[in-house]
């Protein structure tokens, strides 16, 4: 799920199906964003926040060889999105790791082969592609969107250049990548609520079953 700021048009939010905070791993996480875009991830901060009666897990990942910066050269002329969503070009922001049809009317989510899904619906769609996991539980989702602006410390998420952030409850993993030369800073609920739309309209109905190569489940949002 993409969140493009007016602020760096080159950060990705992102919900994908969440690994157990006991397996997660560097090469989980590298997959989560693309192995093609971030071979070189690695952890550089890990902490566990609670909130209410609930654990939230953050981690902080950064790409050493600056990879997320060459896909984002890459896709200099990537897409723009239309208010209802459709879009001007084939290209895309993750590196192309999907092959998709654009021409094909897509509404609502939907499986539209074994290595593709697209949701357009509003102002976002998605992308599925099978971790091994599962798609992540609706419910999960709801609470950690809930979960998130009840962050208090740190009251802001500030993610560097070639940075990935990951907030893990459960089932479902919010994730926010920074493809872009300068830090950007976002609120707990501003997060909370861009990731609950795509999980609401396409996870909640019920749309939302793929199985593909690459082994990870995908909103883009943008």
């Known amino acids: 799920m993409k969140?493009?700021?007016?602020?760096?048009?080159?950060?990705?939010?992102?919900?994908?199906?969440?690994?157990?905070?006991?397996?997660?791993?560097?090469?989980h996480a590298r997959r989560s964003v693309g192995a093609y875009e971030c071979p070189t991830a690695q952890i550089v901060q890990s902490q566990t926040i609670k909130v209410g009666e609930e654990n939230v897990n953050l981690t902080t990942y950064v790409?050493?060889?600056?990879?997320?910066?060459?896909?984002?050269?890459?896709?200099?002329?990537?897409?723009?999105?239309?208010?209802?969503?459709?879009?001007?070009?084939?290209?895309?922001?993750?590196?192309?790791?999907?092959?998709?049809?654009?021409?094909?009317?897509?509404?609502?989510?939907?499986?539209?082969?074994?290595?593709?899904?697209?949701?357009?619906?509003?102002?976002?769609?998605c992308d599925c592609y099978n971790a091994g996991g599962g798609?992540?539980?609706?419910?999960d989702c709801s609470i950690l969107a809930d979960l998130l602006p009840g962050i208090d410390d740190p009251p802001t998420i500030i993610i560097q250049p070639d940075e990935i952030v990951s907030a893990d409850f459960q089932t479902c993993r919010f994730q926010i990548v920074n493809f872009g030369p300068?830090?950007?800073?976002?609120?707990?609920?501003?997060?909370?609520?861009?990731?609950?739309?795509?999980?609401?309209?396409?996870?909640?109905?019920?749309?939302?079953?793929?199985?593909?190569k690459d082994g990870e489940f995908e909103f883009f949002f943008f």
């Open 3 to 27: 969140f493009l700021s007016s602020r760096a048009i080159s950060v990705v939010l992102l919900v994908a199906a969440s690994a157990s905070a006991s397996a997660l791993s560097v090469v």
């Open 182 to 212: 300068l830090a950007v800073e976002f609120c707990w609920d501003v997060v909370g609520i861009t990731g609950m739309v795509p999980s609401q309209q396409c996870l909640e109905d019920g749309g939302v079953q793929c199985s593909a």
């Open 135 to 139: 798609t992540p539980e609706p419910g």
């Open 63 to 125: 790409c050493l060889d600056q990879s997320l910066r060459h896909v984002r050269r890459e896709n200099s002329a990537a897409e723009s999105v239309t208010a209802d969503a459709k879009r001007s070009s084939s290209s895309d922001p993750l590196g192309a790791l999907l092959q998709r049809d654009d021409a094909l009317p897509v509404i609502g989510c939907k499986e539209l082969s074994a290595s593709q899904c697209q949701c357009d619906v509003g102002n976002f769609f």
